[in-house]
């Protein structure tokens, strides 16, 4: 038999949509209070919110005649018709927020509006609702909720301890306080202030209550990149290497609103591919304004989920975002790191403090290699396991770089050491010589590719396992130049090599294992072209010539991401004067 349920029914039922702990209350508080143009919110806690939640803000009120349509449901301010859902400039729309709350708890209401001398006050439980009175009350609104899922005790059951709860509310309001840094937030927590964040000019003032101080110092802007669909992208992201072990701290605003989107999650992989490890995940905030009409946010009682009219196109965009970024401050970095400037002895004083912000600031330029420098042979040098090529001046000239880097040594056969005057260099040669080599097949599997035969084919007997992976990549090698064809059962040869890699060996077995590991931000055919450039480049554990070494740091400036390995490692370590100065208790 069919019936109808009875409004208490009802209600409990959407509830239980839209209001799955005490953190979704204040969400839909605050979010209210952020609507009536509040510059100033504060919320108390008690008992994790199961007690009480009390949302006090400065913003416009609410009349005393349009009290009671406040709390019931599907009533809105916000919302007239259905053209209005292409045209959402609030951050609540549905009208179900304060009756969700009223049917799970005690709701008190009070508010007062300019040129108001009383505010005026209701309470709501369920299906019922008081009459409006007069109250003492200042200019806004404020809004109680006691005794949180009173009638619903499953889902008390459910839920985590009062201080987790708590926790879970001061995360939400940092956060949302990432977003409009105007406004005053304060978090009271069991009669303790435990969040007090005063209205800041600039987003950059409220990353260190989110992300902690010292990441916040190092994090980098996004400064109203154009997505190309007549809107703009902002935020700050977190720096290479500075990164996390989940994607918790990955945060998304779209018109001002909190939100999450699988669209986007392989956004942020494609934007840092090559600077973060393998199990690693960048942070930031993305604020994301958009034309609303290309925006829906009605996918989700709770508002937390979105969809976008062009997914594909805002993904992009969004990549392309950090992907500039990211290169920008590798280009700075790398100018830092390797500043190539002319060779000038120390000063002593330098040695005894750090320079000031003032000369800090003054860096110099990044190198241009000068036409002379482009004048290039090329040679081969013997090492115990392999040849390897190396593109060298052409004069005899000492192995020093344009400018005044030089290179002193090689360190334990696997990190090349260099000066500028100023501080030591220190560069891994792997993944260096990797990152040189990625971009050169990277280049070659996007162009037409020259292969070289080998004159004596290289046959190799592999496992089962390995010899399906070797198959199912075989087109793709072919793409890039790398010849392998079958040569019995589980037997491979490989033919020919691209030109560009012609003489270095070709790790088969470790280019296999490697497959098997994920490297964030990579495609397929980057993944094969990363694991190929990591097994057939110098390694650590072989001996280079000063030439060499010279031509992997010349070469790596002119990578576009030079700073990092593909799958993720740091390739070049700066230590400057001041910091060998704290090593020796100089300062």
């Keep these: 038999m069919i019936r109808r349920l009875d409004p208490i029914t009802i209600g409990q039922i959407a509830a239980g949509e839209v209001i799955e702990r005490p953190v979704s209350v204040v969400k839909e508080l605050v979010e209210n209070a952020l609507d009536a143009q509040a510059t100033r919110i504060v919320v108390t806690i008690r008992g994790g919110g ?119 509310i001061a995360n939400f309001l940092t956060t949302l306080a990432l977003g409009y840094p105007s406004v005053a937030f304060t978090l009271h927590l069991d009669g303790r202030e435990s969040v007090t964040l005063p209205p800041a000019f600039t987003t950059a003032e409220r990353l260190a209550a989110v992300f902690g101080r010292e990441a916040a110092e190092r994090m980098l802007p996004i400064e109203d990149f154009a997505s190309g669909m007549h809107g703009t992208i902002r935020g700050y992201i977190s720096q290479p290497g500075a990164d996390r072990a989940d994607r918790r701290m990955q945060f998304l605003f779209v018109n001002g609103r909190v939100l999450k989107s699988t669209v986007l999650t392989g956004a942020w992989s494609g934007g840092y591919s090559g600077y973060v490890m393998t199990g690693r995940h960048p942070f930031g905030v993305l604020m994301l304004d958009l034309p609303p009409d290309q925006v829906d946010p009605n996918v989700h009682p709770t508002k937390s989920e979105v969809r976008f009219r062009y997914n594909a196109q805002v993904a992009d965009a969004v990549r392309r975002a950090l992907v500039t970024t990211l290169h920008r401050d590798a280009t700075k970095r790398l100018g830092a790191a390797v500043s190539f400037s002319p060779h000038v002895p120390p000063r002593r004083d330098e040695l005894r403090e750090a320079p000031s912000e003032s000369s800090r600031e003054a860096s110099p330029e990044p190198f241009v290699p000068s036409p002379s420098w482009q004048n290039t042979r090329r040679i081969t040098v013997a090492s115990e396991q392999q040849t390897i090529f190396a593109e060298l001046p052409a004069s005899s000239a000492p192995a020093v770089a344009p400018a005044g880097l030089r290179v002193l040594a090689q360190l334990d056969r696997a990190f090349l050491l260099a000066t500028d005057g100023r501080a030591i260099v220190l560069v891994d040669q792997h993944a260096a010589h990797e990152r040189i080599v990625f971009e050169q097949i990277r280049a070659a599997g996007q162009a037409e590719v020259v292969t070289q035969p080998l004159l004596v084919p290289d046959v190799l007997e592999l496992e089962r396992a390995d010899a399906e992976k070797l198959q199912e990549s075989l087109d793709t090698l072919r793409a890039i130049g790398v010849e392998i064809e079958p040569f019995g059962e589980r037997a491979y040869r490989i033919l020919a090599m691209p030109a560009s890699l012609a003489g270095r060996h070709f790790h088969v077995q470790g280019y296999l294992d490697d497959l098997d590991d994920e490297t964030p931000g990579l495609d397929a055919r980057e993944h094969i072209w990363a694991t190929m450039a990591c097994h057939s480049v110098v390694r650590a554990g072989e001996a280079m010539e000063l030439a060499e070494m010279q031509s992997v740091i010349d070469r790596l400036a002119d990578c576009a991401n030079p700073m990092h390995c593909p799958h993720g490692r740091p390739t070049i370590v700066r230590l400057d004067a001041p910091h060998i100065a704290r090593l020796f208790k100089r300062v």
């Design 50 to 168: 199961f007690d009480e939640i009390t949302v006090s803000d400065d913003g416009i009120g609410i009349a005393p005649e349009e009290l009671p349509l406040a709390v019931e449901r599907h009533a809105t301010s916000k919302l007239s018709d259905t053209q209005g859902l292409e045209a959402l400039a609030t951050l609540g729309f549905r009208g179900e927020g304060l009756a969700s709350i009223a049917a799970i708890a005690r709701v008190c209401i009070t508010s007062r509006r300019p040129g108001e001398e009383f505010a005026a006050q209701i309470e709501a439980f369920e299906d019922t609702v008081s009459p409006v009175h007069v109250a003492p009350g200042p200019l806004g609104t404020r809004i109680s909720v006691t005794d949180l899922f009173v009638h619903v005790p499953v889902r008390r059951e459910y839920l985590r301890s009062p201080q987790a709860e708590s926790t879970r």
